[in-house]
């Protein structure tokens, strides 16, 4: 009898055992099944960490890709066109938006250059940093920050060096005038370009002919603002600037800066407005001129005035992918390379 009932309890004990060993073994394979998954997870965070890094210290210290937003450099560069800008050149930004890092060479006259964009006003150095970052991350194909109409606001913008420290800029109908800096003649801006074997083109969107209208619609501009009814020649010839799809603004302006002035010649406020036209744009040292290429249709340093060194982030190298290469003409594939 005691033998049948020890037996009773050692199979029990048995059946515990093997209960106890078999839910522990389930349960090591459950969180060891778990564990592999949280692994892979892991893993997955790591690797897309390490490529978010890389992506940003090669954008941030060595080259970034951009798109080109607009037209103002055609046809240097297209609508669309894919760059590569070198910004260990002129020596990258330790951080984004922050001190550059040292180097021996400066932006020359003739260079394609990326640079933040002066008219910007911040959003707050939080916003603006991680604007920085994501535009590196997916690059330069998101911009967070836009404006009113939900379109990209451009914290970036790629111009030439038009002008260097020392130089005079006077804008006459849309063509400059440059005096170089230690010179004291001034120069039809592509006969100076010739001279300097810079052969590249100035596209112009608006002729010669259209000029008289647009002067004709800035004066009778100023007498609107007077109160005063234009001369009918200004009020026929101004009909047709409708007509003009990119006019100069510069030109249009002074015409009627000089109705105003003429009206009220002790107004120091239109005199001052009025020296700008007359005088030009100086360029001072440490700063550069930056000027699109399509000078009719390019926001430039002709509306904000010169950039400082400081701000240049990089010099315009390659076009790895031409906006225009999906219509696979010949002009599209002449275009892959380096820039002109």
Not at 130 to 143: D, E, G, P
Not at 242 to 251: A, V
Not at 311 to 336: C, H, K, M, Q, V
Request: charge should be positive; proline fraction near 5%; hydrophobic fraction near 40%.
């Amino acid at each position: 009898m005691v033998f049948f009932i020890m037996g009773s309890f050692f199979i029990k004990l048995q059946l515990l055992t093997e209960r106890y060993l078999g839910y522990r073994k389930k349960t090591k394979r459950i969180k060891k099944e778990k564990q592999k998954k949280k692994n892979i997870i892991i893993d997955w965070v790591g690797t897309f960490l390490w490529c978010a890094g890389m992506v940003l210290l090669i954008n941030q210290y060595l080259f970034q890709a951009y798109v080109i937003p607009s037209g103002s450099m055609i046809d240097t560069l297209m609508i669309g066109d894919r760059v590569i800008v070198n910004k260990l050149i002129y020596g990258p930004e330790l951080l984004p938006g922050f001190a550059k890092l040292p180097s021996p060479i400066r932006p020359k006259r003739n260079d394609i250059i990326i640079f933040e964009n002066p008219s910007i006003i911040s959003r707050g150095l939080a916003f603006d940093l991680a604007q920085r970052i994501i535009f590196m991350l997916t690059l330069s194909l998101v911009n967070i920050d836009v404006d009113e109409q939900g379109q990209p606001r451009p914290h970036f913008l790629i111009k030439r060096v038009a002008g260097m420290g020392g130089d005079r800029f006077i804008q006459e109908r849309g063509d400059m005038l440059i005096r170089p800096a230690g010179e004291n003649r001034w120069y039809q801006e592509r006969e100076f370009l010739q001279l300097k074997g810079m052969n590249h083109n100035l596209e112009r969107l608006m002729s010669e002919s259209e000029y008289p209208a647009l002067e004709a619609a800035g004066r009778a501009a100023g007498y609107r603002d007077l109160g005063l009814q234009a001369p009918v020649d200004d009020q026929v010839l101004s009909a047709t600037v409708g007509r003009i799809m990119y006019p100069d603004f510069f030109t249009h302006e002074k015409s009627r800066l000089e109705v105003l002035r003429g009206a009220h010649p002790h107004d120091s406020r239109y005199q001052v407005l009025l020296a700008r036209h007359n005088l030009g744009i100086y360029v001072p040292e440490s700063r550069l001129l930056p000027l699109g290429d399509n000078r009719d249709n390019s926001r430039d340093g002709r509306y904000f005035g010169p950039v400082a060194n400081s701000r240049i982030l990089g010099r315009g190298s390659i076009i790895y992918w031409p906006g225009d290469f999906r219509t696979r003409s010949f002009a599209a594939f002449e275009r892959f390379g380096f820039f002109r």
